[in-house]
Protein backbone atom coordinates (compact mmCIF):
# COMPACT_ATOMS: atom_id res chain seq x y z
CA UNK A 1 0.00 0.00 0.00
CA UNK A 2 1.33 2.89 -1.29
CA UNK A 3 0.43 6.54 0.67
CA UNK A 4 -1.63 8.12 -1.96
CA UNK A 5 -4.11 5.04 -1.72
CA UNK A 6 -4.79 4.97 1.52
CA UNK A 7 -8.32 5.68 2.13
CA UNK A 8 -10.74 6.44 5.24
CA UNK A 9 -13.27 4.21 6.02
CA UNK A 10 -16.21 3.83 3.84
CA UNK A 11 -18.93 6.12 5.37
CA UNK A 12 -16.76 8.51 8.12
CA UNK A 13 -16.48 11.38 5.76
CA UNK A 14 -19.41 12.75 3.37
CA UNK A 15 -19.60 15.90 0.80
CA UNK A 16 -20.52 19.16 1.94
CA UNK A 17 -23.52 20.11 0.65
CA UNK A 18 -23.34 22.62 -1.84
CA UNK A 19 -26.59 24.87 -1.87
CA UNK A 20 -27.07 28.21 -4.15
CA UNK A 21 -26.63 26.42 -7.43
CA UNK A 22 -29.78 26.22 -9.08
CA UNK A 23 -33.33 25.48 -8.98
CA UNK A 24 -32.33 22.14 -10.48
CA UNK A 25 -30.27 21.22 -7.80
CA UNK A 26 -32.91 21.02 -5.21
CA UNK A 27 -30.98 23.28 -3.27
CA UNK A 28 -31.26 26.78 -5.27
CA UNK A 29 -33.32 29.90 -4.18
CA UNK A 30 -33.49 30.11 -0.48
CA UNK A 31 -30.58 27.48 -0.43
CA UNK A 32 -32.69 25.42 2.31
CA UNK A 33 -33.38 28.64 4.60
CA UNK A 34 -36.41 29.19 3.98
CA UNK A 35 -38.52 32.50 3.70
CA UNK A 36 -38.02 35.28 6.31
CA UNK A 37 -37.34 34.71 9.80
CA UNK A 38 -34.39 34.74 12.32
CA UNK A 39 -32.82 31.65 10.48
CA UNK A 40 -33.18 33.01 6.88
CA UNK A 41 -30.48 35.98 8.02
CA UNK A 42 -26.98 35.56 7.41
CA UNK A 43 -25.79 37.11 11.10
CA UNK A 44 -27.91 34.45 12.75
CA UNK A 45 -26.02 32.88 15.49
CA UNK A 46 -28.10 30.75 17.34
CA UNK A 47 -26.97 27.72 20.08
CA UNK A 48 -27.37 23.96 18.75
CA UNK A 49 -29.41 23.15 21.42
CA UNK A 50 -32.20 26.45 20.49
CA UNK A 51 -35.33 24.88 20.63
CA UNK A 52 -37.14 27.12 19.58
CA UNK A 53 -37.71 29.11 22.91
CA UNK A 54 -38.30 26.74 25.04
CA UNK A 55 -36.42 24.90 27.69
CA UNK A 56 -33.98 23.43 26.45
CA UNK A 57 -32.71 19.95 26.97
CA UNK A 58 -29.82 20.58 28.65
CA UNK A 59 -31.85 22.85 31.01
CA UNK A 60 -34.82 20.41 31.32
CA UNK A 61 -32.62 17.19 32.25
CA UNK A 62 -31.58 16.83 36.22
CA UNK A 63 -28.24 17.86 37.41
CA UNK A 64 -27.62 14.19 39.16
CA UNK A 65 -29.65 11.75 37.20
CA UNK A 66 -30.40 8.38 38.43
CA UNK A 67 -31.36 7.00 42.00
CA UNK A 68 -28.84 7.57 44.55
CA UNK A 69 -29.24 5.48 47.97
CA UNK A 70 -28.61 7.74 51.44
CA UNK A 71 -28.27 4.41 53.08
CA UNK A 72 -25.66 2.64 50.61
CA UNK A 73 -22.97 0.94 52.64
CA UNK A 74 -19.45 1.66 51.06
CA UNK A 75 -16.74 -0.95 51.86
CA UNK A 76 -13.59 -0.84 51.89
CA UNK A 77 -12.81 -3.30 49.04
CA UNK A 78 -9.11 -5.79 49.77
CA UNK A 79 -7.72 -8.17 47.48
CA UNK A 80 -5.54 -11.26 48.55
CA UNK A 81 -2.84 -10.53 46.83
CA UNK A 82 -2.00 -7.48 48.72
CA UNK A 83 -1.83 -9.08 51.79
CA UNK A 84 1.63 -10.76 50.95
CA UNK A 85 3.82 -8.38 52.27
CA UNK A 86 3.06 -8.95 56.35
CA UNK A 87 4.68 -12.22 57.44
CA UNK A 88 3.93 -15.90 57.98
CA UNK A 89 1.79 -16.90 60.69
CA UNK A 90 0.94 -12.50 61.28
CA UNK A 91 -2.38 -11.62 62.66
CA UNK A 92 -3.93 -8.89 60.14
CA UNK A 93 -6.34 -6.19 62.09
CA UNK A 94 -8.44 -3.02 60.33
CA UNK A 95 -5.68 -0.88 62.00
CA UNK A 96 -2.88 -2.33 60.61
CA UNK A 97 -4.20 -2.28 57.31
CA UNK A 98 -4.43 1.48 58.07
CA UNK A 99 -1.12 1.70 58.62
CA UNK A 100 0.55 0.02 56.00
CA UNK A 101 -1.35 2.52 53.71
CA UNK A 102 -3.28 -0.66 52.46
CA UNK A 103 -6.85 1.27 52.89
CA UNK A 104 -7.49 4.71 53.36
CA UNK A 105 -10.46 4.09 55.02
CA UNK A 106 -12.56 1.08 56.90
CA UNK A 107 -16.11 2.88 55.98
CA UNK A 108 -19.37 0.52 56.26
CA UNK A 109 -16.84 -2.29 56.61
CA UNK A 110 -13.58 -4.22 55.15
CA UNK A 111 -14.36 -6.75 52.58
CA UNK A 112 -12.03 -8.86 51.31
CA UNK A 113 -12.09 -10.57 47.46
CA UNK A 114 -10.11 -13.77 46.47
CA UNK A 115 -8.69 -11.56 43.51
CA UNK A 116 -5.04 -13.43 43.12
CA UNK A 117 -3.05 -16.06 45.30
CA UNK A 118 -2.31 -16.02 49.29
CA UNK A 119 1.26 -17.24 50.07
CA UNK A 120 1.18 -16.40 53.68
CA UNK A 121 -0.79 -17.88 56.79
CA UNK A 122 -2.44 -15.27 58.41
CA UNK A 123 -5.50 -14.58 60.85
CA UNK A 124 -7.43 -12.00 58.81
CA UNK A 125 -10.06 -9.88 60.74
CA UNK A 126 -12.55 -8.40 58.23
CA UNK A 127 -16.26 -7.45 58.10
CA UNK A 128 -17.18 -9.61 54.55
CA UNK A 129 -15.97 -12.61 53.19
CA UNK A 130 -15.94 -13.46 49.95
CA UNK A 131 -16.63 -17.19 49.45
CA UNK A 132 -13.22 -17.49 47.00
CA UNK A 133 -10.92 -15.69 49.48
CA UNK A 134 -12.19 -17.53 52.23
CA UNK A 135 -11.32 -21.18 50.53
CA UNK A 136 -7.97 -19.46 49.54
CA UNK A 137 -6.91 -18.58 53.15
CA UNK A 138 -8.04 -21.27 54.52
CA UNK A 139 -5.96 -23.83 51.94
CA UNK A 140 -2.83 -21.40 52.49
CA UNK A 141 -3.49 -22.32 56.48
CA UNK A 142 -4.87 -19.05 57.60
CA UNK A 143 -8.18 -18.39 59.45
CA UNK A 144 -10.69 -16.00 58.33
CA UNK A 145 -12.21 -14.20 61.24
CA UNK A 146 -15.78 -12.28 60.91
CA UNK A 147 -15.63 -9.07 62.84
CA UNK A 148 -19.41 -8.76 63.92
CA UNK A 149 -20.81 -5.15 62.95
CA UNK A 150 -23.78 -3.76 65.45
CA UNK A 151 -26.93 -2.40 64.36
CA UNK A 152 -26.96 1.09 63.21
CA UNK A 153 -28.78 3.48 65.64
CA UNK A 154 -31.78 4.67 63.72
CA UNK A 155 -34.19 7.13 65.35
CA UNK A 156 -37.51 5.68 66.24
CA UNK A 157 -40.63 6.10 63.72
CA UNK A 158 -44.27 5.95 63.86
CA UNK A 159 -45.10 1.90 63.14
CA UNK A 160 -46.56 0.90 59.46
CA UNK A 161 -49.96 0.85 58.11
CA UNK A 162 -49.59 -3.15 57.53
CA UNK A 163 -47.52 -3.91 60.62
CA UNK A 164 -50.02 -5.25 63.52
CA UNK A 165 -50.76 -3.51 66.38
CA UNK A 166 -48.79 -5.09 69.49
CA UNK A 167 -51.02 -7.24 71.73
CA UNK A 168 -51.50 -5.81 75.30
CA UNK A 169 -51.88 -8.18 78.21
CA UNK A 170 -55.22 -9.18 79.63
CA UNK A 171 -56.62 -7.88 83.05
CA UNK A 172 -56.64 -10.69 85.53
CA UNK A 173 -59.88 -12.00 86.17
CA UNK A 174 -61.70 -11.31 90.02
CA UNK A 175 -62.08 -14.22 91.64
CA UNK A 176 -66.08 -15.53 91.78
CA UNK A 177 -65.88 -16.63 95.31
CA UNK A 178 -65.46 -12.91 96.50
CA UNK A 179 -68.67 -12.32 94.48
CA UNK A 180 -70.95 -15.06 95.48
CA UNK A 181 -71.21 -13.95 99.02
CA UNK A 182 -72.34 -10.16 97.92
CA UNK A 183 -74.81 -12.02 95.74
CA UNK A 184 -76.66 -13.90 98.84
CA UNK A 185 -76.33 -10.95 101.20
CA UNK A 186 -78.63 -8.96 98.52
CA UNK A 187 -81.90 -10.79 100.13
CA UNK A 188 -81.23 -10.30 103.82
CA UNK A 189 -80.45 -6.50 102.80
CA UNK A 190 -83.59 -6.00 101.28
CA UNK A 191 -85.30 -7.25 104.33
CA UNK A 192 -83.47 -5.05 106.68
CA UNK A 193 -84.38 -1.60 104.38
CA UNK A 194 -88.45 -2.99 104.17
CA UNK A 195 -88.50 -3.50 107.85
CA UNK A 196 -86.72 -0.24 108.78
CA UNK A 197 -89.39 1.83 106.10
CA UNK A 198 -92.34 0.08 107.28
CA UNK A 199 -91.34 1.60 111.00
CA UNK A 200 -90.61 4.98 109.67
CA UNK A 201 -93.58 5.70 107.54
CA UNK A 202 -95.87 7.75 110.40
CA UNK A 203 -92.57 9.35 111.62
CA UNK A 204 -92.21 10.68 107.80
CA UNK A 205 -95.31 12.06 107.31
CA UNK A 206 -95.45 13.57 110.44
CA UNK A 207 -92.72 16.15 110.05
CA UNK A 208 -94.47 17.22 106.56
CA UNK A 209 -97.86 18.22 108.23
CA UNK A 210 -96.11 19.97 111.04
CA UNK A 211 -93.99 22.04 108.81
CA UNK A 212 -96.95 23.03 106.35
CA UNK A 213 -99.11 24.26 109.25
CA UNK A 214 -96.02 26.22 110.68
CA UNK A 215 -95.96 28.24 106.95
CA UNK A 216 -99.96 28.66 106.98
CA UNK A 217 -99.61 30.63 110.32
CA UNK A 218 -97.13 32.61 109.63
CA UNK A 219 -98.86 34.02 106.95
CA UNK A 220 -100.97 37.16 107.38
CA UNK A 221 -104.52 36.83 108.35
CA UNK A 222 -106.23 38.22 104.67
CA UNK A 223 -104.37 35.72 102.77
CA UNK A 224 -105.81 31.97 102.51
CA UNK A 225 -104.20 29.12 103.16
CA UNK A 226 -105.80 27.76 100.04
CA UNK A 227 -102.31 27.34 97.59
CA UNK A 228 -101.05 24.42 100.18
CA UNK A 229 -103.84 22.64 99.76
CA UNK A 230 -103.59 23.04 96.19
CA UNK A 231 -100.41 22.10 96.01
CA UNK A 232 -100.58 19.06 97.48
CA UNK A 233 -103.37 17.92 95.79
CA UNK A 234 -101.58 18.52 92.55
CA UNK A 235 -98.83 16.83 94.04
CA UNK A 236 -100.71 13.45 94.33
CA UNK A 237 -102.57 14.00 90.99
CA UNK A 238 -100.73 12.29 88.37
CA UNK A 239 -100.31 14.75 85.28
CA UNK A 240 -101.56 14.01 82.03
CA UNK A 241 -98.81 13.47 79.40
CA UNK A 242 -98.64 16.38 77.32
CA UNK A 243 -99.80 15.83 73.53
CA UNK A 244 -102.12 12.85 73.85
CA UNK A 245 -106.05 13.70 74.19
CA UNK A 246 -107.83 12.37 77.44
CA UNK A 247 -109.40 9.19 77.05
Given at each position: MKLHEIQPA???????????????????????????GQGARTSVNLPKTFEGG?????????????????WRKRFAVL???????????????????????IIKDVGAGIKVLGTGDLNRRLTIHAHRFSVEARRKIEAAGGIAAVIEVPPPIREKTKRAKNQPKPVRP????KSTA?????????PEAAEKSAEKT????????APATARAAGKSKQKPA?????????ASSSADSVK????KKKG
Open positions: PGSHHSRKRVGRGPGSGHGKTSTRGQKQTRLTMRTPKLRGFHNKNLTRLNRFDDGAEVLPESLLEAGAPAEVEKPKAAEKRGTEPVAEGEKAEPAAKPQKG
